[in-house]
T-cell receptor, first 116, second 110 residues
Framework: DTEVTQTPKHLVMGMTNKKSLKCEQH?????MYWYKQKAKKPPELMFV???????INESVPSRFSPECPNSSLLNLHLHALQPEDSALYLC???????????????FGEGSRLTVL | SQQGEEDPQALSIQEGENATMNCSYK?????LQWYRQNSGRGLVHLIL?????REKHSGRLRVTLDTSKKSSSLLITASRAADTASYFC??????????FGDGTTLTVKP
């Protein structure tokens, strides 16, 4: 069982809706990530939070808005999405992003998003 | 792909056979990792090999790394039906920025 929990597992939304994806970990990790994965493609990095501060934004459109309220929680706020944004959104965490960090990522099961 | 390519794209074998998949990458790396993803699920970390290592074993998994060729291979020995999944390599060139290869879809037939 994964120690990174994502909710909801499935989400269907219209292009004018506002929704949020949530991610939680209790492993004491200080880095959290959002990845987007389309069918039969590898995960693509969207955002990285390190010590609750946004450290990497991979030029993601502003209709995706990340938030890290504390070291255990990561949200992804969605607004005015397009049908092509339909994908599996994966949250991950790691001990850190530098120093003694080995690079291992712990993934949640993902939130499957469908935009109508 | 973003960082590298994996081959083959798809591999189908019988239970008990060995499966080998390869990963190539483009930039210098600190380490390389392999992940498994069952259909529609999250990714599970399998094994990590550092840039100064050449080979690593974990149970039925054997990973090699050739930094001169910028390539790695994952060998799964004595495969089982439960090994059916997609396998991705990931490289960590910059802190916090793991980049995934295109993946190999492995089907193990009982």
């Amino acid at each position: 069982d994964t120690e990174v929990t994502q909710t909801p597992k499935h989400l269907v939304m219209g292009m004018t809706n506002k929704k949020s994806l949530k991610c939680e970990q209790h492993m004491g990790h200080r880095a959290m990530y959002w990845y987007k994965q389309k069918a039969k493609k590898p995960p693509e990095l969207m955002f990285v939070y390190s010590y609750e501060k946004l450290s990497i934004n991979e030029s993601v459109p502003s209709r995706f808005s990340p938030e890290c309220p504390n070291s255990s929680l990561l949200n992804l706020h969605l607004h005015a999405l397009q049908p092509e944004d339909s994908a599996l959104y994966l949250c991950a965490s790691s001990q850190g992003t530098s120093g003694s960090w080995t690079g291992e990522l712990f993934f949640g099961e993902g939130s499957r998003l469908t935009v109508l | 792909s973003q960082q590298g390519e994996e081959d083959p794209q798809a591999l189908s074998i019988q239970e008990g056979e060995n499966a080998t998949m390869n990963c190539s990458y483009k930039t210098s790396i600190n380490n390389l990792q392999w992940y498994r993803q069952n259909s529609g699920r999250g990714l599970v970390h399998l094994i990590l090999i550092r840039s100064n290592e050449r080979e690593k074993h974990s149970g039925r998994l054997r990973v090699t790394l050739d930094t001169s060729k910028k390539s790695s291979s994952l060998l799964i020995t004595a495969s089982r039906a439960a090994d059916t999944a997609s396998y991705f390599c990931a490289t960590d060139a910059n802190a916090g920025k793991s980049t995934f290869g295109d993946g190999t879809t492995l089907t193990v037939k009982p």
